[in-house]
């Protein structure tokens, strides 16, 4: 029996009431129309956990396809020549690299990014959140969006990757710019802003990287540059595709995952009590609850709701075939919630141990960075309910203003008073 069509189904991604609360409307695809083709964007959308946890796990999707199928055989017109510096670093980093140019990338970035690096700086993400909370000490109502949540994981990225200081105020607008370009219905002046981008972050990180070459230091640059398996080292534009990949990917979850997570928190009250209280019996290092606590939250409301993959070879998936050329839209936020795997989905469990969630991915391109992610966002959770265990929305009944994207959601601004 022929496997049936995939239904047709128009779906706005970037209507600003969905990007606010998509989770009703998601709801009801799962249960609906869990796998769909969306006709303008010309993908074929999955919603259901098991769906997409099958697809990030098989070999026959792919980052890329023209590795597979020429543009000429996908139709595609030739490369736009406004964005060539951006399509160059997007060339040169392993998140959108198929094996083995990805097997190679990832094993010589993970000996240099190692979790003995990550955790060693537990100490300065510590000393940066309080610094940034004596700051705040007394001013009331603040944003948590700029006041705390987007200076940590800039601060250190840069940190990490021993980027100059007259240059790190540069960092946060950089990564702003290029990411836009990872949206759906980007505009003209969105491409110019993404490849200056790249265009002057690659300029200096080339600089930093000729420097460390004859000035070595205990940075994550150097440990790149002097990385080395069989005598096989990444290329200058592989280590600058690195380390802007890393201050985006970095940046991004972890500001929308930390805010997000604090509103849905504050919006329970019991929830942010129970981290507040035992942040104070606990005051040194975060618990084990602050470890649940940050899975949940980044379960709860997926910082990055929507990733994609290339179909590169025919495929059955959840009853409809797939051919090669496809693209598929793989909605992480939905299987997120999906109760097929989640016991009571729409709650939020700080103790929860069902896993794992979607968010940093399943299978071949699991997220490089999500250790940083995690210890960043759980540190920054215990030191702001330990320094403010009475901490509140400043208007519960107003609309959360989220950005104008929905493949990487974040709020634009979150109003917090400190009791």
Known sequence: ????AVPELAFDLNDSAFIRDPYPVLARLR?????????RWNKVFFARYDDISAILRDRRFGR???????????GWPPPDPRQAD???????????AEPPKHTRLRGLVAKAFTPRR??????????????????????????????????????????????PHDLRHKLRPWSADIVKLYELGYSPDDQKRANDAVLEFSAALKDLVAYRKTHPGD???TALAEVEEAGDKLTTDELVGTCILLLNAGHEASVNGTTAGVRNLLLGRSAWRQLADDAHANPARPSAIFESATEELLRYDTPL?????????????????????QEVALLY??????ARKFTNPDTLDLTRSEGPHLTFGLGVHYCLGAPLARLEMSVALHALARAFPELRLADEEAPPAYGKGFVIRGLTRLDVVES
Request: charged fraction near 30%; proline fraction near 5%; hydrophobic fraction near 45%.
């Open 118 to 163: 990550v955790e060693a700086l537990r100490g300065r993400v510590t000393a940066i959140v309080e610094r940034q909370l004596r700051d705040l000490a007394g001013v009331g109502t603040f944003d948590l969006v700029t006041r705390y949540a987007e200076e940590l994981p800039v601060t250190v990225i840069a940190e990490l990757l021993g980027f």
């Open 64 to 74: 890329s396809i023209t590795h597979v199928l020429s543009r000429d055989e996908l």
């Open 219 to 221: 940075d994550l640059v």
């Open 31 to 39: 249960e609906e129309t869990p796998i769909f083709h969306e006709p």
């Open 305 to 325: 709701p929507m990733f994609e993959r290339w179909v590169l070879e025919d495929v059955e998936v959840g009853g409809v075939t797939l051919r090669r050329g």
């Open 86 to 96: 951006f399509d160059h670093f997007q060339d040169n980093h392993l998140l959108d």
């Open 333 to 338: 936020a939905s299987g997120n919630r999906d």
């Open 1 to 4: 029996m022929a496997a049936p």
